[in-house]
């Protein structure tokens, strides 16, 4: 009896060591238990991209919120797939000349799924959707995840409807206006957050993508 009481313990222990978080080489799958840190009041990076380089400016105070979620997207590197492999690289899914470039569904169906299940409060709106700011998409009161856009144009109109922008564009807005538009808002959103970048690069091969994070 001892020995099955131990074998027991044991069995327990296992199923409980397997199912702990890694977030030492995983982070992004346990986004609870990994990615949590407070974002500094205001910092810079720097995307690489299939274009080039783009750098931007974040300012907390602007969206308390969704900058702290930001910079844990960032900092283990959801948008580049450094973490978890290139496989799980962003691409520019929805790219609307005259208007926003959106982003921010991981490559892996997986990761995204970990992330989509959080959703945050909304943080009101401080700074208008001007030339190269960025904002959450939504789809709906608070509903933001990881989805971003950047604005093309002066959006201000979106103001009213409560997309807070919470960073601009510092060097490299040139860049982001070479984004590849050919295929508009063609990509599914759906059939991305199901197959992942193997939808994309099988369907829209010209896609652009993020390739890298840098925090300066």
């Not at 962003?90 to 921010?104: A, D, K």
């Not at 700011?133 to 709906?140: I, V």
Request: glycine content about 6%; hydrophobic content about 40%; proline content about 6%.
């Amino acid at each position: 009896k001892m020995s099955a009481i131990v074998f027991g313990v044991l069995a327990v222990a296992c199923a409980l060591a397997h199912a702990a978080p890694d977030c030492a080489h995983h982070p992004l799958l346990s986004p609870t238990d990994c990615c949590h840190d407070t974002a500094p009041e205001e910092f810079d990076f720097t995307w690489a991209t299939t274009k080039g380089d783009v750098t931007f400016h974040v300012v907390r105070k602007w969206a308390p919120l969704g900058v702290d979620r930001f910079y844990n997207l960032l900092k283990y590197h959801y948008f580049d797939g450094q973490t978890e492999g290139t496989d799980n690289q962003n691409g520019f899914f929805r790219v609307v000349p005259q208007f926003v470039v959106q982003f921010g569904i991981a490559g892996l169906p997986n990761v995204s799924a970990a992330w989509n299940a959080l959703p945050i409060k909304d943080d009101p709106v401080l700074i208008s959707n001007q030339p190269g700011t960025m904002a959450y998409a939504t789809a709906g009161p608070d509903t933001r995840t990881t989805q971003v856009f950047i604005n093309l144009i002066d959006n201000r109109r979106l103001d009213t409807m409560g997309f807070a922008p919470f960073a601009n564009i510092t060097s490299g807005f040139d860049v982001v206006l070479k984004i590849n538009s050919e295929y508009g808002q063609q990509p599914d959103q759906d059939s991305i957050y199901a197959y992942g970048d193997a939808y994309l690069r099988k369907n829209f091969p010209n896609l652009d993508y993020i390739t890298g994070t840098t925090l300066l």
